[in-house]
């Protein structure tokens, strides 16, 4: 429990109340006093560098960043000699880095230096500054270091080792001359540096810069190297003194704010829902800055979120609307467009029926356009056949959380997982698919003694840095996962008061549990007996465990049950309802979370209030103004049945390349070439558009305005950065648009009115409204009418009608196995580098230098046993089609097991291997269950891994900066202690 | 029935067709800003008869050599003295009381004018010296030039 007692300190005579455990610089950085400060950020905490922040403690000269406060604590900050010893300190950082800021490209209001010395009134600098023996790192596509400039306070160490925790960074303190150094001393591009960009983030000044910035951000910066060495010279000379410096370069400073926008938006590459700003200077996007009070984030990033936004000036970007005649795509103007397809909607309605219709909103657009698609299904063409492309990952788990605790969502924010005691994370690859939230777990376990349960099949970073890894059998979480709860509840280690208070149905679950002992599930999953009490044991005896999972549950045709099995088990152990405990399905998409909560579903409205409800159909009924039918409509799986059958003839599907990513391509494409009509609304021409019969250009992110949530159910707001290329429209224009055509007028100004309405129907989101999510704010749901918003669920129990929840009782068959002639089993997903089919990642020349393909991991055995190499061209076939790569060969796979990233969309992508098997509760594929045999046509080549991917580096993990390494260099003296020397 | 086709026919726009909106877009830009289009032609004029136009428009085609020439020549030592004596120029006529200036320029002004309206002269005797102390005047200016030289002692 948090202690609320305070503390009195006086600092320069006045008393202050501090609480205990604060840091002395943190609770000055609280009053009116000044204490210069360079190395400190709140974000990392103390890493006790740049000596800059000395103060008078109790008659000694100390570090306050490196004290914690005590109850009459006397601090002075202003005798003469403590400021002395702050004025040798930023002499020192003033040896390590010259002030040109005029001509500096990082001169933007925010370097650190620049203001530390400006606020301290530092006119001269006693020492001259010197040079460091190193050339500047260019090597990386991202990012450059300059020792030169480098201060070693190290941030970007504390950052990389101790919150992305990639263990990258380090300063060498050993040199003659410290400074940063990557891996064992290698050039960035060549080491084991995931791209996340937060060093860069972290970094006080010029020293590490995004590559982007340099020569675009200032007036003055973009010359010839050597014109601009003599500038800096001509600048130090002609300004002489730091007065004149500042007011010529704050002067600039300002200037850049005419040209340079900084924008808020929302991050699009997964469900941790990372927010920043957004440096644009005309169309080019200068850099991403995550921000302190980036509610899920904090000041971190991962590689496709700092750096992954050069898809939006793509040449490839459509501009105008296409119409198919005959063999080409022909670009018409808007009205032609939209006329065109409303006229197609009303033919086909009025011949076949609205349910002859069907709709797909996307994952990756705003809430505002989920909504709007499923208005433009229900209220104006008349059908229930919605749905979204999060049916392809994460409806098992929705599902398996609806009839359990009755919220589908995680339980709370991302930082109860870190504040979890054990953290179990079950088919999820969360380092890479999940980069930033991963840190927060790994930070955990690092430093804050966490223990960390790994389930999946491929010993990726999280089963590397696990503290137990197990490899379940394929397929089988559900089994150990019952085993587990089972051993509990026959040991008696049940949370017994829970249970009674909260929990209903346990006697005919404990029933349904009696097929799960140790033996049939050792047998079925590969996890000892001895494992499984261990595990048992473990999870029985911590007091918060949070479990984590993905599609590696999900993507199985018991996914479903799978993410119910989790969800009993955490119910039977007590732990919903607290802070540090619950159920996380980690989130795929930026908004698979958002496009579901807004409706884009066939069973549920906004809100997920059941169609089939008469009160609630008829709150919407009332508020459109048109009968909406009764019976729930098609799933996007059914749809595309429907469309083999004949019964479907009218697709439109936003945002979404299904062509590639939804499962067995070859049917799902002949499917498209069975439709009547085809409406295809992207920003690419995909796979999926060439099917298609009208082609609608929409804006990325960046170029819109609306609304994300996040994996923790957190609305957040995004501005928009850019204008629309060419004639290109935002998703929910484009849909109000064609309402318009249809004779609907909604007089949506903005995606504004839009949450309005909805927030007006759904009771869910009664309380959200764009004024209340202005800039960082945001909103967690159900937010209640007067605003408040519910971080954590189920803190007053569950939405049920009794207020508890319910344990579902699950049985298991095996559905799924190699045999004798397909015999390799393909585990399938994300990596770090690119995103989804890769349409955006792809467009990245600094992503793609460094995974320039998708490849088929292999394990040493394997390759051994078909004398294969790296490099190698295999063909891999299945029962429904087949995909040819290279191959990487790897020890994160083990035995027959192949990993294929998802992120191709031509010879290697993987849904020429899936089939049409889906998880029988909610349609979703089960994309992980596939076999194949594996033919070589070529034993060795080139490796599709190149040298410059971080999977080659080597890694210097250490806890922070180690500092004591520079207090104990010969020539390092204590600021305080020189004062004391000198005076 | 549709295949999969990935040719795409863009719109041909006509030059006259893009040439006329382009020109429409700046008709009304310039009919909104008239009076500083106006301006403009004005100071454009200005600068063309002083031959500022061409010189302005050479300096910045060829900005990136005469940056190169002009720091160049700034970093050389003898003018490193001159580029920091400028700046520091600049810094003592900020320090610089100019209201106390003004009080004794004042009377400096009125000094000179004096001194060159009088037609005396005689010589100044030690005593004369003497009694002119007598003259409030000149006791007051006397007095004002000590603690001028007292305070530049102090400084």
Same mark, same amino acid.
């Given at each position: 429990m948090e202690n609320h007692d305070h503390l009195i300190v006086t600092i320069d005579g006045e008393d202050y109340l501090a609480s205990p455990g604060q840091n002395l610089l943190d609770l000055i950085n609280t009053t009116e006093t000044f204490v210069p400060q360079i190395c400190y950020n709140e974000s990392l905490g103390p890493i006790q560098t740049c000596d800059t922040c000395m103060v008078e403690l109790d008659g000694e000269i100390v570090r306050a960043c490196g004290t914690t406060v005590q109850a009459g604590m006397n601090v002075k900050t202003d005798p003469v000699h403590v400021n002395t010893a702050q004025k040798e300190a930023l002499d020192r950082i003033l040896e390590n880095h010259e002030l040109y800021c005029t001509v500096c490209d990082y001169n933007n209001g925010s370097c650190e230096?620049?203001? #530390?010395?400006?606020?301290?009134? &530092?006119?001269?600098q006693s020492r001259p500054f010197e040079s460091k023996p190193y050339e500047i790192d260019n090597?990386?596509?991202?990012?450059?270091? $300059?020792?030169?400039?480098?201060? &070693?306070?190290?941030?970007?160490?504390?950052?990389?080792? $101790?919150?992305?925790?990639?263990?990258?960074? &380090?300063?060498?303190?050993?040199?003659?001359?410290?400074?940063?150094v990557w891996d064992n001393d290698v050039p960035i591009d060549e080491s084991s540096c995931v791209g996340c960009g937060q060093c860069v983030t972290a970094c006080p000044c010029n020293a590490l810069m995004e590559t982007s910035m340099v020569g675009e951000a200032g007036y003055m910066t973009d010359h010839e190297p050597g014109l601009l060495r003599s500038m800096i010279d001509v600048t130090k000379t002609a300004e002489p003194g730091y007065g004149p410096l500042f007011a010529v370069s704050d002067t600039e400073a300002s200037m850049r704010e005419e040209r340079i926008d900084k924008t808020k938006t929302v991050c699009t590459y997964c469900g941790v829902g990372c927010t920043f700003d957004v440096w644009t200077k005309d169309r080019k996007v200068l850099k991403v800055e995550p921000q302190q009070e980036s509610p899920a984030n904090g000041i971190s990033t991962c590689i496709k979120g700092k750096f992954g936004w050069d898809y939006v000036n793509s040449e490839e970007r459509l501009t105008k609307p296409l119409i198919r005649n005959g063999e080409s795509f022909v670009e018409v103007e808007w009205d032609e467009a939209l006329n065109y397809t409303a006229k197609r909607f009303e033919e086909i309605k009025a011949d076949k029926g609205a349910d002859a219709l069907g709709f797909i909103s996307s994952s990756k657009a705003t809430n505002e356009e989920s909504y709007s698609m499923q208005k433009l299904a229900r209220q104006v063409i008349g059908t229930n056949n919605v749905d979204n492309c999060s049916r392809y990952c994460q409806s098992p788990a929705t599902k398996g959380l609806f009839r359990t605790v009755g919220h589908g969502g995680d339980s709370g924010s991302i930082d109860d997982i870190a504040?979890?005691?054990m953290v179990i994370t079950i088919g999820s690859n969360t380092a890479e698919s999940h980069p930033v939230l991963a840190s927060r777990i790994k930070r955990s376990q690092k430093l804050f003694g966490q223990t960390l349960y790994v389930f999946d099949l491929r010993k990726q970073e999280m089963g590397q840095r696990a503290d137990r890894f197990f490899q379940p059998k394929s397929g089988t979480d559900l089994v150990w996962l019952s085993a587990v709860t089972k051993y509990i509840i026959d040991q008696g280690w049940e949370d017994r008061a829970f249970i009674d208070q909260w929990v209903n149905d346990f006697d005919a679950y404990k029933q349904s549990l009696e097929p799960f002992t140790l033996e049939y599930a050792e047998e079925m999953t590969g996890i000892t007996q001895a494992n499984l009490t261990e595990i048992a044991e473990q999870v029985a005896s911590v007091g918060k465990l949070a479990i984590c999972w993905a599609m590696g549950v999900t993507q199985h045709q018991l996914g479903s049950d799978t993410s119910t099995a989790i969800s009993n088990l955490l119910l039977v152990t007590g732990n919903y309802m607290r802070e540090g405990t619950g159920a996380y399905p980690l989130r795929g998409h930026n908004n698979v979370q958002g496009c579901s909560d807004f409706g884009s579903m066939p069973n549920f409205f906004p809100g997920y209030e059941e169609v089939a409800s008469d009160e609630v159909r008829q709150r919407y009924e009332n508020a459109w103004g048109v009968d909406i039918p009764a019976t729930p409509g098609l799933d996007n799986h059914e749809m595309i049945g429907a469309i083999h059958e004949g019964e479907l003839q009218s697709l439109y599907v936003l945002g979404e390349d299904t062509g590639i990513v939804d499962a067995n391509i070859n049917y799902v494409t002949a499917a498209f070439e069975k439709l009547d009509f085809f409406v295809v609304q992207d920003l690419f021409l995909t796979e999926t558009a060439k099917y298609a019969d009208v082609i609608l250009p929409a804006v990325p992110s960046l170029e819109k305005e609306g609304t994300f949530t996040n994996t923790e159910r957190r609305i957040q707001r995004l501005y928009q950065a850019l204008d629309p290329v060419g004639d290109s429209r935002p998703d929910w224009r484009i849909i109000r648009d064609i309402a318009e055509k249809l004779g609907y007028d909604w007089l949506y100004d903005s995606p504004s009115d839009i949450m309005d309405e909805a927030a007006s129907l759904a009771p869910l989101f009664a309380g959200v409204s764009y004024d209340r999510l202005t800039n960082y704010n945001s909103l967690q749901w159900p937010v209640a009418p007067d605003g408040t918003d519910t971080p954590l669920l189920f803190t007053d129990g569950f939405p049920f009608a009794d207020n508890k929840a319910k344990l579902y009782p699950l049985s298991f068959e095996l559905r799924y196995d190699t045999d004798d002639e397909y015999d390799l089993h393909v585990n399938n997903g994300r990596v770090l580098e690119h995103f989804h089919e890769g349409n955006m990642t792809y467009k990245s020349p600094g992503i793609t230098s460094k995974m320039p393909t998708a490849f088929i991991e292999v394990s040493p055995d394997l390759a051994n046993e078909r004398g294969i190499n790296e490099g190698a061209e295999v063909k891999l076939i299945s029962r429904t089609g087949e995909v040819t790569g290279a191959v990487h060969i790897t020890d994160r796979v083990s035995g027959n097991e192949l990993y294929l990233p998802l992120n191709d969309n031509g010879r290697t992508a993987i849904n020429y291997l899936t089939d049409n098997n889906v998880d029988k509760d909610t349609d979703t594929p089960a994309y992980k269950e596939v076999a194949v045999k594996m033919e070589v046509i070529k034993k060795k080549g080139k490796s599709p891994l190149p040298p410059n991917n971080y999977r080659r580096g080597n890694p210097q993990p250490q806890v922070s900066v180690r500092v004591e390494e520079k207090w104990e260099r010969d020539d390092y003296i204590f600021p305080g202690s020189q004062v004391k020397q000198n005076g | 029935m549709a295949e999969k086709i990935s040719n795409v026919k863009r719109m041909e726009i006509p030059e006259e067709t893009i040439r006329q909106n382009n020109l429409e877009e700046v008709a009304t830009a310039v009919s909104n800003h008239k009076t500083s289009i106006l301006k403009g032609i004005d100071l454009l004029e200005a600068l063309n008869q002083s031959e500022m136009l061409d010189t302005l428009t050479a300096l910045v085609k060829?900005?990136?050599?005469?940056?190169? @020439?002009? #720091?160049?020549?700034? @970093?050389?030592?003898?003018?490193?003295?001159?580029?920091? @004596?400028?700046?520091?120029?600049v810094q003592i006529a900020g320090k610089m009381d100019v209201d106390e200036m003004q009080y004794l320029a004042d009377r400096m002004n009125h000094a000179v004018k004096e001194a060159a309206a009088s037609e005396t002269s005689e010589k100044t005797s030690y005593m004369d010296l003497l009694k002119a102390l007598k003259d409030p005047e000149i006791n007051r200016s006397v007095t004002m030039l000590l603690q001028f030289l007292r305070g530049m002692g102090k400084a």
């Open positions: 230096i620049h203001n #530390t010395v400006q606020e301290f009134g &530092l006119e001269h090597s990386s596509p991202f990012y450059r270091y $300059d020792p030169d400039q480098c201060i &070693l306070c190290g941030r970007c160490v504390e950052v990389c080792q $101790d919150i992305q925790v990639n263990e990258t960074l &380090l300063i060498d303190w050993n040199r003659e001359r410290p400074r940063v504040k979890a005691d | 060829h900005r990136e050599a005469a940056l190169s @020439n002009i #720091t160049r020549e700034l @970093n050389k030592s003898e003018y490193a003295a001159p580029v920091e @004596n400028i700046v520091k120029l």
